[in-house]
C-alpha cells in the first residue's frame, strides 16, 4: 500500500482528501502543518506522493517542497486555494509536479495522484542511460553527472529521460506536454520551456551544451559532434 503525505491546516480538507486516499487502497500521512509534514516524510522515507497546501502555519508548502527536493525526486502536488500565475510559477519553481486549485474534485485529484504514481512507477524505463559525462539511472531514479548526485523533480526528471532515450530526435512542446503531464493537463506550453530551462541550469554547462532549443519546434538533446 503506498502512503501519500497530505499537509494541509484545514482538517476538512485534511480528512476529505484522507477518505478518498483510503477509497483508492493508499495510505494517508495527514500533516496540519509544515514542519509536521517534513517530520513525517523523515520518518517515512517510502512515502510515494506528497500533497501540499502552500498557506499553512509556521513552514509553508512551498518551503516543504523546496527542502524535499534537497534529498528526493518523490511527486509533489500543491492543492491550494491560490491560483494566480505568480503562485504556480513559484511551486513549480519550488519542484512541485502539479498544480491543483481549491475547490476541485477530489475524484479528479485522485487521477492526478495515480498519473503521477504511473509515470514514477513505468516498469519500461527500468534502464540506464548514458552520454559523456551524465548517467540516468531509471531503476534507481537517479542522475549522475561528473560523478555527482543531481536532484531534479520527477518532471524535470521525465524530461531528462525522454530527450536522453532518443538522441537527437526533436520533440515538441507538445508532446513533450501530453506525454509528461498528460492530456489532461490544462495549464500551456511555457510550463514545458520554464521546466527545461531549470533542467538545463541544474545540469550546468552539460546541459547548456546538450539541451538544444530548436526554435519553432521544440527541444533536442544534442550528441557531441567531437565524440
Known amino acids: 500500500m503506498k502512503k501519500i503525505l497530505v499537509a494541509d491546516d484545514e482538517k ?6 484522507s477518505d478518498f486516499l483510503v477509497q483508492e487502497g493508499y495510505e494517508p500521512l495527514l500533516a496540519n502543518d509544515g514542519e509536521e509534514a517534513l517530520k513525517l516524510f523523515e520518518e517515512n522515507p517510502d512515502t510515494a506522493l506528497l500533497i501540499l497546501d502552500i498557506m499553512m502555519p509556521g513552514v509553508d ?7 524535499i527536493r534537497e534529498r528526493s525526486t518523490v511527486p509533489v502536488i500543491m492543492l ?3 491560483s494566480t500565475e505568480y503562485d504556480q510559477l513559484t511551486a513549480f519553481d519550488a519542484g512541485a509536479d502539479d498544480y491543483v486549485t481549491k475547490p476541485c474534485s477530489p475524484s479528479v485529484l485522485m487521477k492526478r ?4 504514481l504511473r509515470r514514477g512507477d513505468n516498469p519500461s524505463s527500468s534502464k540506464v542511460l548514458t552520454m559523456d559525462e551524465l548517467k540516468l539511472d531509471s531503476f534507481a531514479h537517479e542522475v549522475w553527472l561528473d560523478g555527482r548526485s543531481i536532484s531534479l523533480t520527477l518532471k524535470e526528471y521525465s524530461i531528462l529521460q525522454k530527450l536522453l ?3 537527437g530526435r526533436v520533440f515538441t512542446r507538445e508532446q513533450l506536454l501530453d506525454d509528461i503531464w498528460g492530456f489532461d493537463f490544462d495549464g500551456d506550453v511555457r510550463t514545458v520551456d520554464s521546466h527545461v530551462a531549470r533542467l538545463r541550469t541544474k545540469l550546468g554547462d552539460w546541459g547548456a551544451q546538450h539541451i538544444k532549443t530548436i526554435y519553432g519546434a521544440g527541444y533536442k538533446l544534442e550528441v557531441n559532434k567531437d565524440a
Do not use: M, Q
Not at 12 to 17: G, K, N, P
Open 61 to 67: 508548502g512551498w518551503e516543504v517542497c523546496r527542502r
Open 80 to 82: 491550494t486555494a491560490r
Open 165 to 167: 532515450a532518443v538522441p
Open 12 to 17: 476538512l480538507i485534511r480528512r476529505l482528501v
Open 113 to 116: 495522484v495515480a498519473a503521477l
